[in-house]
């Protein structure tokens, strides 16, 4: 039997550099996702009092994520010819200066000149987000692969906490000096963590190619296609919540909008309290048997907060409180394990674990989250006005669980390939095979006696060849989906 060194997965076998680097990028998520959610409590209003329309405002929230999307593909493939750590800082710096900008908007003039500038800004901070986003999970992916699970989830975790905070800090400084001061003064603050991390981050060691990834043919491994889907309804649905949560509890309790804020807060500490946890499972696990029971979580618990109209079931405050937060917990194990099941996806596809690669990686999964984002919204209001928020969350309810049947299938594919392997040889020792938990067998080697002659021993080793060739017609590695699907 074969002995092979596990990595130890655990954020305390970082060393010092990888540590510097895990906080500077943590620290960034935190001020960019701070910045960015800040808006949504407070633009409306002013927008209204300069004469917008309720559709342009949709379309000024539509346009960040869409812009997102296209900026994720683009910037997935430069991340190769740039240095990953400057496109991190000129992000991050792009968005502080869109938000200092928009603290300015109380001055600009009402009518199409407002909704042209606020648009503008708006896309802004879109360009600068996906720049960030793509080229730090690629820095997270690329300097820390062994401990891939846990690093994300402390940078998700600081983007939680970035959309926590966001409210009370954006409307308590509102509350002191009106709409420009939140804005100016978190996007002086986000300048501030851009420069410090010129001088903190130590230099990048991940191997960086002579040629950009390419999206192809990765993007169209069935498995990939999966976990994308997978990323766009989880997304779509969030963002569906997010918009209508506050008006649907106005609706059932008559909860203004601070009493609905709480939900929100609650939900989003689920989301951090259980990261970790989910990363354990991953490491007992894989990351395709997280999404499948995450999925269900996520189902169950997303039509019960409508609940749908077939169920018998009036709700309390405290089992509304209860269904999001359940919620909100199976989606973090959802999220969590995306990038690493198509990290691996990547590597069994026979791509190089470097910047080139994890970029295209990076891009995949902000790409269509960002997608997720747009639909939402843009499907979920048309739905919600014909068939009513019932119905709605229990049509996107029913895509999540349709997505958890899914996986199971995977899953149960995988461990009868990894089953129908067992006892073999694994002929490769590749790095791909370096990067999965599946135990390492190897065939019986026949240790020749020193009596036989050399026309023996190679007739031998021609006859076990044979056996095992006509025993078993896949190419056998470690990865059990490394067969052609």
């Given at each position: 039997m074969s002995e092979e060194h596990t990595p130890n997965k655990s954020l305390t076998a970082l060393d010092r550099r990888q540590r510097i680097i895990l906080a500077v990028i943590s620290v960034l998520y935190f001020g960019e996702y701070l910045v960015i959610s800040m808006i949504a409590p407070l633009l409306p209003l002013t927008a209204r009092a300069k004469g917008m329309t309720d559709w342009q405002i949709g379309l000024v929230f539509a346009a960040t994520w869409g812009v997102a999307f296209i900026g994720s593909l683009i910037n997935g493939k430069l991340v190769t010819y740039c240095n990953p750590k400057m496109m991190n800082f000129f992000g991050v710096l792009l968005t502080s200066l869109a938000s200092l900008a928009i603290g300015a908007l109380y001055w600009v003039p009402s009518g199409t000149t407002f909704l042209v500038v606020t648009l503008s800004l708006r896309v802004t901070e879109a360009i600068g987000l996906s720049m960030f986003a793509v080229s730090a999970y690629a820095i997270i992916v690329s300097e820390m692969s062994d401990q891939l699970q846990a690093a994300l989830a402390t940078t998700q975790a600081f983007m939680a906490l970035g959309f926590i905070v966001a409210p009370p800090i954006g409307g308590g400084l509102y509350s002191v000096s009106g709409f420009w001061l939140p804005f100016m003064s978190m996007g002086g603050l986000l300048m501030i963590f851009a420069f410090g991390s010129l001088f903190v981050m130590k230099d990048l060691q991940g191997t960086m190619p002579s040629s950009a990834g390419s999206y192809f043919p990765l993007v169209l491994r069935p498995k990939v296609i999966m976990t994308m889907f997978h990323t766009l309804v989880a997304s779509a649905?969030?963002?569906?919540?997010?918009?209508?949560?506050?008006?649907?509890?106005?609706?059932?309790y008559g909860w203004a909008a601070n009493q609905s804020a709480w939900v929100y807060a609650a939900s989003a500490l689920s989301f951090v309290l259980t990261l970790f946890i989910w990363v354990k499972v991953q490491h007992w696990t894989s990351p395709a048997i997280v999404i499948s029971i995450c999925s269900f979580g996520i189902g169950i618990h997303y039509a019960m907060t409508g609940p749908p109209p077939f169920i018998p079931l009036i709700t309390k405050p405290w089992m509304t409180y209860l269904f999001y937060v359940l919620y909100t917990a199976f989606y973090s194990g959802a999220i969590t394990a995306i990038v690493p099941d198509v990290h691996g996806q990547a590597l069994v596809s026979g791509y190089s674990d470097d910047y080139g690669t994890n970029g295209i990686i990076s891009a995949i999964f902000h790409a269509t989250f960002d997608m997720g984002c747009v639909?939402?919204?843009a499907l979920g209001s048309p739905m919600q006005k014909e068939l009513g928020y019932a119905w709605t969350v229990f049509i996107w309810a029913s895509c999540n669980i349709f997505i958890g049947i899914l996986f199971i299938g995977r899953v149960i594919y995988e461990g009868i390939l990894r089953n129908h392997t067992s006892g073999f040889e694994v002929l490769e020792n590749s790095e791909k095979a370096r990067?999965?938990?599946?135990?390492?067998?190897?065939?019986?080697?026949i240790k020749p006696s020193s009596k036989q002659s050399q026309s023996e021993r190679t007739h031998?080793?021609?006859?076990?060849?044979?056996?095992?060739?006509?025993?078993?017609?896949?190419?056998?590695?470690?990865?059990?989906?490394?067969v052609n699907e």
């Open positions: 649905g969030f963002r569906f919540l997010e918009t209508y949560q506050t008006l649907d509890l106005h609706d059932k639909l939402g919204p990067r999965t938990s599946f135990p390492l067998v190897e065939w019986p080697r031998l080793t021609e006859e076990t060849n044979k056996k095992s060739t006509s025993n078993n017609s896949f190419a056998y590695s470690r990865f059990p989906s490394d």
